[in-house]
């Protein structure tokens, strides 16, 4: 009883949470987790080079890095009510122009759409709706809810594959449509709290009360975003090639294909697991604290891969590394709240998540690149290094916050 109580959220964010867990999981696996399924059999019967199937998803990542700061501002100002259902038809429209879309232009446009859709429905719009709605009290919420989304793939990724092989790849998309515009639209519509903008003398008030509770001003606070952004962007840059070339990379370091595939499946478990030991004994720690671990563990986990270890080595790396990015999942959410405040959280976090999100998108083009020209051992280095330097840059930061000159 004592391990559920640490699952247990405060009542008045509890309908919200699941309603945007829900949410969550079918955003998530109808849209980012979509093309890892869907590719192939667009390839196979369009024609389209695979290249430009996937450059149309890093379109729509790069258009979500530049909408980053705007929509954070617009749940700010109008809630994340408003702005949660906008971006569920958004994502309806743009999956049904997929699943009619006869040419490639239009297929990108689609793409397009859904790049705006995304950074109105996806972790940051729903982490700023849980600030707004409980201010610090949206940490337990924001971990809870990550639970959720790492299913997404896990659960969509079984479903398409069954639509595929029964309807199609434009059938599929279609499906994918409807479950937006019928299950999330409603969802985000009638269980999500219609705040609006607070006003000056209320957002004053909420300033000066979390600038009393240890929140972060001026210079101090101007140094730790710079920095705990600079050390997000190199993990998930880092993320994001691992994720778009995991299969290939364990067999670049000596894996059969069957076992690559295999052991590819242990990332989502990590990334459970670690969200659930969050929860369960980390819940209390600091969110630098957090943030120096999950990052941290990614240089440990490629540093495995590169051991003489064989296929323990690869599951190790998989599931190391699956669990760093689903801490880090959590202290992007939570560490921008605890540091800086509740107050403008939507734009703040877009801020954050904007040069993310632009990482997120050149990565897996700038890894293939260095493969072909360094091959793979190479390559995993830059990761290495990348892994490091964030690591580094966010434990200075977490011994900078606890000196006695700062307290």
């Known amino acids: 009883m004592r391990i559920l109580s640490k699952f247990s959220i405060p009542q008045h964010l509890r309908a919200s949470t699941h309603a945007l867990g829900a949410t969550q999981i079918i955003g998530w696996g109808t849209t980012m987790y979509a093309p890892a399924i869907l590719a192939t059999p667009i390839v196979a019967d369009t024609g389209w080079a695979r290249t430009d199937v996937f450059a149309a998803f890093s379109a729509s990542l790069v258009i979500g890095a530049l909408l980053a700061r705007p929509a954070g501002r617009l749940i700010d100002r109008h809630g994340g009510r408003a702005a949660l259902a906008a971006g569920s038809g958004l994502t309806a429209l743009g999956l049904a122009l997929a699943a009619i879309a006869p040419t490639l232009p239009l297929y990108f446009a689609a793409w397009a759409v859904l790049g705006v859709a995304m950074r109105l429905m996806l972790y940051e719009a729903a982490f700023a709706t849980l600030a707004a709605a409980g201010g610090n009290d949206a940490r337990r919420a924001i971990s809870v809810l990550t639970l959720y989304g790492g299913l997404a793939s896990t659960v969509f990724w079984l479903i398409g594959w069954e639509l595929i092989a029964a309807f199609g790849w434009r059938a599929t998309f279609?499906?994918?449509?409807?479950?937006?515009?019928?299950?999330?639209?409603?969802?985000?519509?009638?269980?999500?709290?219609?705040?609006?903008?607070?006003?000056?003398a209320a957002e004053r008030d909420a300033t000066a009360s979390e600038n009393r509770a240890g929140v972060l001003v001026g210079r101090e606070r101007k140094i730790a975003l710079v920095t705990l952004t600079i050390a997000f962007v190199l993990l998930m840059y880092v993320n994001s090639a691992l994720s778009a070339h995991l299969i290939d990379i364990l067999i670049?370091?000596?894996?059969?294909?069957?076992?690559?595939?295999?052991?590819?499946?242990?990332?989502?478990?990590?990334?459970?697991?670690?969200?659930?030991?969050?929860?369960?004994?980390?819940?209390?720690?600091?969110?630098?604290t957090l943030s120096t671990i999950a990052i941290g563990l990614t240089p440990l986990a490629l540093a495995t891969l590169l051991l003489p270890l064989g296929i323990a080595g690869a599951i190790l790396f998989t599931f190391g590394q699956g669990a760093s990015n689903g801490?880090?999942?959590?202290?992007?959410?939570?560490?921008?709240?605890v540091l800086f405040g509740s107050a403008g959280y939507g734009t703040l976090i877009g801020a954050m998540a904007a040069p993310v999100l632009m990482a997120v998108a050149l990565?897996?083009?700038?890894?293939?690149?260095?493969?072909?020209?360094?091959?793979?051992?190479?390559?995993m280095l830059t990761n290495i290094a990348a892994a490091l330097?964030?690591?580094?840059?966010?434990?200075?930061?977490?011994?900078?916050?606890?000196?006695?000159?700062?307290?």
């Open 327 to 337: 801490l880090v999942t959590i202290a992007r959410g939570v560490a921008p709240l």
């Open 252 to 288: 670049a370091f000596g894996l059969s294909s069957e076992n690559a595939v295999a052991v590819a499946s242990l990332k989502g478990i990590g990334q459970v697991a670690g969200r659930i030991w969050e929860i369960v004994f980390a819940g209390a720690f600091h969110p630098l």
């Open 389 to 407: 330097i964030g690591f580094v840059m966010v434990a200075l930061l977490a011994w900078w916050a606890r000196k006695p000159s700062r307290a």
């Open 174 to 200: 279609a499906v994918y449509a409807a479950l937006n515009l019928c299950v999330c639209l409603p969802l985000h519509a009638f269980f999500l709290p219609a705040s609006g903008p607070a006003g000056p």
């Open 363 to 379: 990565a897996p083009a700038a890894y293939a690149a260095l493969v072909e020209r360094y091959g793979p051992p190479i390559a």
